[in-house]
């Protein structure tokens, strides 16, 4: 993951840039104290300009992805395609959400959210949710071969307010359950979405 696309990045530029301004003074540096004042307000816009881009992204998804509700959602359904199912990973943390999913019944699909991060991790994943019944539960992520391949794809839908909905599967095994997804047709369908937004 690129450093700008690191959340505390434009914290620490702003940080540093003040600190450095604050250690020029201006009588005896005139030039490089108005360099470094600029740069340090420019760093402030950015910084305002990324609480405000945080803020209005976590109105729909708060905290690493992990959604409260399918509302002001355009789901795209991706058909099963009998291919290799992919796990999710880290499902063996969210066993309580997997039962819940569970308990309204055996349909159930996988919602993927890209860009998924915690706050000082600077690993981009693609979260997973299961649908069941309207109900939305965070069961895990994406493994990092199926995270680089889709994630730019997924996201791209989702600035439109599109969100891709895979087939899923419960495995239960002799101590946990797992989730996998069937994602044998997902290259098709974003390919198909995104040669539907070009002009």
Do not use: C
Not at 95 to 120: H, K, Y
């Amino acid at each position: 993951m690129p450093l700008w696309r690191w959340e505390p990045a434009p914290y620490l530029l702003a940080l540093v840039l003040v600190v450095i301004t604050s250690a020029i003074r201006p009588d005896t540096a005139p030039v490089a104290y108005w360099i470094a004042f600029g740069l340090t307000i420019a760093a402030i816009a950015l910084l305002v300009a990324s609480i405000v881009a945080s803020a209005r992204r976590r109105s729909r998804l708060p905290g690493a992805g992990v959604l409260r509700s399918l509302e002001g959602m355009e789901p795209v359904e991706v058909a099963p395609s009998g291919g290799l199912p992919t796990p999710v990973t880290g499902t063996h943390r969210h066993q309580s959400a997997i039962e819940a999913a569970s308990s309204w019944g055996r349909d159930v699909a996988a919602l993927l959210i890209p860009d998924a991060t915690r706050w000082l991790g600077m690993r981009i994943r693609v979260a997973v949710h299961l649908v069941a019944d309207g109900h939305v539960y965070h069961v895990g992520f994406l493994p990092d071969e199926a995270t680089a391949r889709y994630n730019g794809p997924l996201a791209q839908l989702a600035r439109d307010g599109r969100f891709v909905i895979v087939p899923a599967e419960r495995r239960r095994g002799a101590r946990s359950v797992s989730v996998t997804l069937d994602l044998g047709g997902l290259a098709g369908v974003l390919e198909g979405a995104a040669s539907t937004e070009r002009p």
